[in-house]
């Protein structure tokens, strides 16, 4: 199995572990789990096969990772109960997931277009896609809103492998090292709340208290 | 005309007509009942022919699946206002679509890709997807959250075709009793609110009270 | 430069400038400006090239789609704090693509297919799936929901330019045309409200006080 096999299955794996403690969240049936594990763990790698036109999609061609999923919801609906914060496990797993996949991503995008633009926008896409399926259809605030890192931290992993690959590193050992930088940015962003700096009223600014045409409450400025 | 053309022109007609439902809840316009009604009407079976890459997708094929759609948006917007419990019929019919659409799913899923658990996987996501579109559209609590049988259905109806057909059984009858079966299932959620038994709490889990690390407040267990 | 591709550009970098202002509006970092700016930009257009089965993808066979939006993120990262109305800067920007990509949709899907109705639906789908998509992951509500109109502005721009041409008016002179008809529908729609009657209560309609199965708060009428 090299890498590249693993961290795709890694990624598969973890995605439907979070898609499956969405659904412990919202309290679903044995089938709800399932579901959620399914689309939450195919989903970012189904986008991405899609655009680049590999046919046939990954889960189509080789059920295994339908296997894997089952198998994740199942064993997630008997020990998510025992689990006392969910939501954090999920963040983690979430971690590893975007790790893996933004490298999964890249690796492919780069072999299929031969663009490091649309390696590393593809990397970014494929790790982030199955969470935002993910938080829509269980009506969570989706977590690319969050402040913490977390497209920053799909963004690094993608761009490290593809910059490492054209510089002429190994493609193992660059992917091995990508995932370690994205799996550590996202980690410190949950465990200390690291963010890049947001959005920044400037200077001088005037924040006006009445909207100037008060004809719709989205005017907000 | 056969049993499977019957079902995919009813299941995009049912679902056109629950997005026109849908629309007639927001108060739209009857162009937002026409975009609503084309939207669910054709968004399962597009990302089927996306998936199992059958081109051209089939409302590109054949604008007959479109003229249907806008026939049943017309059909609502004078009808729509005459009904006493939209949200109710908007059920019935999204059930009678699943019921059409997880068998569809399953016999193209089953014909391109000859793997079982492909073809109950795509049953499961034609019946679902379109629905799932129309409630995050309109903004409403996505039906999948619900507690009643819902996936299950499309699931039962999906996985009942796949093994009568891979038992020898007719196409044809299997794929009749496979969608009165799913249309039973979910008719009687809705009626009875049946369900199969959702998460719970193990005996002996300690709900804490205070969240240990107070600094979020997506920190729910 | 052709006057589509002049459309396909600026479509892209309006769109592109909406995510973004999405993004500025929810104090995301540069980061999740560029991912909203992206997303946003070739939404509406990959999902037409998906479903025309047009390989590569737009910005996958030309890098600079993706450099045009970066460019957007960047510079409304910026001056995004200088505007004092946020909203309605991103609803004119919007109406702009719309306009633009309605006519563009409409022509690639008559390209293609050779089939005025599935080039309309086409033109309306490209227009108006970016808008949806960003207003989904940023958690606003959809502005296909609101009373204005916004897909009829899509629509009036598709249906005229596919008219137009199939009457044989020269190509660039009806995209030109159907370009302005859009965008003037579409202001006139933000300036002055204007709206298509919406869902009315038939005259003889009783409206139930009490549902008659009090079972489920969903059963609204």
Known sequence: MTIFQFLDYAGVAVFAATGALAASRKQLD???????????GVGGGTVRDVLLDRNPVFWIANANYL?????????????APMVDQRYRLLLWLDAAGIAAYSV??????????????????????????????RDVMSGEPSVILRKELYVTAALAGAAHYVLMVSAGVDEALS????????????GCAIQFNWTLPGY?????????????????PDNRV
């Open 175 to 186: 992917a091995c090292l990508a995932v370690v930088i994205a799996f550590v940015i996202r």
């Open 200 to 216: 920044r009223h400037r200077l001088g600014r005037v924040v006006k208290q009445a909207p100037q045409d008060g004809d719709s």
């Open 104 to 133: 999964m991503g890249a690796h492919i995008g780069l072999e299929v277009s031969g663009s490091a633009p649309v390696a590393i926008g593809m990397g970014m896409l494929t790790a982030t896609f199955g969470g935002i399926m």
């Open 30 to 40: 044995i089938i709800g789990f399932l579901f959620f594990a399914c689309f939450t």
């Open 67 to 79: 296997a894997v999923c089952v198998a994740m919801a199942i064993l997630l609906y008997w020990f």
